[in-house]
């Protein structure tokens, strides 16, 4: 397998289509936005160098009751590529090219994955994910 793949929402297949259509938008994002960030640090362990460029890496995941993508990616930094890594949340509608992101945490390698670990994240990122969503909503329901 090339590391350099993506994960998608495959990632998140322990969750049985029978289930979810009894759980609520926040008990199955309750369970896949820690398998997200969980999966994307293991990545980055690997596949992100401590200094140098990289290629970006992400895990992405359906949002529930939308017809949105999220995907959660460590890339370079624009100013300090070599040595300063960018976490990122963008929400995106199935299918097309346009991608609504924010910078969530920027760092060194070692610093982007303490922060990972941190339990108070995963509220942070549902609420990023569901904000970006509404957005991502906003703006193709004006078209």
Do not use: C, W
């Not at 160098?49 to 990616?73: C, M, Y």
């Not at 300063?84 to 949340?89: E, K, N």
């Not at 090219?97 to 941190?118: A, C, H, M, P, Q």
């Amino acid at each position: 397998m090339n590391v350099n793949n993506n994960q998608f929402n495959t990632a998140f297949s322990s969750i049985k289509r029978e289930k979810q259509k009894t759980m609520t938008k926040d008990e199955i994002m309750d369970i896949v936005v820690p398998k997200a960030y969980n999966l994307l640090s293991q990545r980055a362990e690997k596949e992100v160098p401590e200094n140098g460029k990289f290629r970006r890496i992400f895990v992405a995941f359906d949002i529930p009751e939308t017809r949105n993508e999220a995907l959660i990616s460590i890339e370079n930094d624009a100013k300090e590529p070599n040595s300063i890594r960018r976490l990122v949340i963008g929400v995106h509608r199935l299918n097309s090219d346009r991608v609504t992101s924010n910078y969530i945490f920027y760092g060194t390698k070692k610093e982007i994955l303490e922060y990972l670990k941190k339990p108070e994240i995963k509220s942070d990122f549902t609420n990023t994910v569901y904000s970006l969503s509404k957005s991502v909503d906003d703006y193709y329901s004006s078209l």
